[in-house]
């Protein structure tokens, strides 16, 4: 089983848009594929219509008392499950700070769903904290969406120091990506190739700033389940196919 965390410390970045989409196309690549929505918003949830709902709320999770199976949803799409969110997740971080490893307790949960899955995608929330620490000890791969702006790339420098400081760069493969990418603005050019020399690991598909993806709210859709021909749809594509070659065999667990 892979786990790929889709995060950034910054909001609104495409991070939702990138695991529902990418889920879906693990999925109808043959992939046995569990996409589990770690944000209070629950975004991932609505967008692949399930309800918010998590029995025992964060309480449970974040002490490691749930079984992951009994609260797996599938979704309408062959081989794609949900691990939906709720309004509960938002005290994560305190409720986390009770536990006894408290920055291992996504691994543990998901471990015994080893068997079940080939692939397991983190829908994170934004921000930095002890739920994060939890993506970053379970994840294999961490895919961190990165708009070409400054403060975007200013928060990918931030992780980046984390990750070092905290060793969790040992086994951590992080894999950042450019979102929203618009060739209308003037500065990202020049941006996108900075970040390409200092992180030479960036992923080379990039995904375009695109009008169809904020019909994924009004459809309920993944993109390329209502939109599969569209240059937005072949660049998450083309990034599964990038993505997939990097995770390969041989990752935990
Ligand atoms: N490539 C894109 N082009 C245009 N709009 C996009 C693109 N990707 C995402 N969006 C839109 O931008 C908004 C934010 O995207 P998304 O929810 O995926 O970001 P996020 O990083 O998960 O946000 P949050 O930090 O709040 O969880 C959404 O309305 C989404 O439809
Ligand atoms: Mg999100």
């Known amino acids: 089983m892979n786990i790929v965390g889709v995060y950034s410390i910054k909001g609104g970045v495409g991070k939702t848009a990138a695991a529902v989409n990418l889920a879906y196309l693990a999925a109808a690549g043959g992939a046995r594929t569990l996409i589990w929505d770690l944000d209070p918003q629950a975004a991932a949830t609505f967008y692949l219509r399930v309800k918010p709902q998590v029995k025992g709320g964060g309480k449970s999770l974040a002490r490691g008392h749930a079984d992951l199976d009994d609260l797996v949803k599938a979704t309408d799409f062959p081989r794609l499950d949900l691990l939906p969110g709720d309004f509960s997740m938002r005290n994560m971080d305190l409720l986390l700070e009770d536990a006894k490893r408290p920055t291992r307790q996504l691994l543990r949960l998901l471990r015994p769903l080893a068997e079940e899955y080939d692939i397991v995608f983190l829908d994170c929330p934004p921000s930095i904290s002890l739920l994060s620490e939890n993506v970053f000890r379970a994840a294999d791969l961490l895919l961190v969406p990165t708009v070409p702006a400054t403060l975007s790339v200013r928060t990918l420098d931030q992780l980046m120091v984390f990750l070092e400081d905290y060793g969790h760069a040992r086994d951590l493969r992080v894999a950042p990506f450019f979102s929203m990418v618009d060739p209308q603005m003037p500065l990202q050019t020049g941006v996108m190739e900075r970040v390409a020399r200092r992180y ?48 390969g065999p041989g990752a935990r667990s």
Do not use: D
């Open 200 to 247: 030479p690991q960036t992923l080379v598909n990039a995904i375009p700033l695109a009008a169809e993806l904020e019909y994924m709210g009004v459809h309920r859709l993944p993109l390329p389940a209502y939109a599969p021909i569209c240059p937005a749809t072949a660049a998450y594509v083309a990034l599964w196919a990038e993505v997939q070659a990097k995770i």
